[in-house]
């Protein structure tokens, strides 16, 4: 398997413009993270699915920022309009629930906005 | 919400060097993973341990979730081992789902 896929590694946008970060889970999980990671509040949860559902969007930050699993194989996370301080790393994890919560995660996006 | 301290901070070992790395958490967990992100920020899973001792090569980890702790330990330390050791737990009550993260151990094994 090739194990959670995100793109684009890397982006560089301008404040104001949207973002979209997309992530490939591994196949056969059924449950989907996104966290985001700077120096000053480390790994933070934002958002996961169970079954394409959302359960717990409590971490999403601000309106700005959505997220969507039309289905058990694709997610998105947006950003519009971004701003400099939504700068940080942008990590999607899956796991099997129901048997362990072992999570796997992708090598994330590197988001920079100017 | 749940606490989870990890100790100590940065860690600088020379390379052969064994070293134990501690997680504590504030509440009852269902599980317990450690995971090391390396220099090029790659999260790697090393273990789900919600209690007892695992060992995988070098490494091995051990829960005493009943006094809300857990180790791991590094033997005959590499340069590879180097970069950012994270346990994470997910509160009981959320299924497993809402998993938290200790801020880290940042560690450096110098050749």
């Known amino acids: 398997d090739a194990g959670v896929i995100q793109s684009p590694r890397h982006e560089v946008t301008e404040m104001g413009q949207e973002v979209t970060l997309r992530c490939k889970p591994i196949s056969g999980h059924n449950s989907l993270f996104w966290y985001r990671q700077t120096m000053m509040r480390g790994l933070e949860l934002l958002i996961y699915f169970n079954n394409n559902v959302p359960i717990d969007d409590s971490g999403m930050p601000e309106d700005r920022f959505s997220a969507k699993m039309p289905n058990a194989s694709f997610s998105t996370l947006k950003i519009q309009p971004s701003e400099p301080r939504d700068s940080a790393v942008y990590f999607c994890?899956?796991?099997?629930?129901?048997?362990?919560?072992?999570?796997?995660f992708g090598s994330g996006t590197q988001l920079s906005v100017l | 919400g749940i606490q989870v301290e990890q100790s100590p901070p940065d860690l600088i070992l020379q390379e052969g060097a064994n070293s134990t790395l501690r997680c504590n958490f504030s509440?009852?967990?269902?599980?317990l993973q450690w995971f090391h992100q390396n220099p090029w920020g790659q999260l790697i899973n090393l273990f789900y341990?919600?209690?007892g001792t695992k060992q995988n090569g070098r490494l091995s980890a051990t829960t005493v979730a009943t006094e809300r702790y857990s180790l791991l330990y590094i033997s005959s330390s590499q340069t590879t081992d180097s970069g950012v050791y994270f346990c994470a737990v997910p509160p009981n009550g959320t299924g497993g789902f809402k998993t938290i993260f200790g801020a880290g151990t940042r560690l450096f094994v110098k050749a």
């Open positions: 341990i919600p209690s």
């Open positions: 994890a899956s796991s099997i629930t129901r048997i362990n919560e072992k999570l796997f």
């Open positions: 509440d009852s967990v269902n599980n």
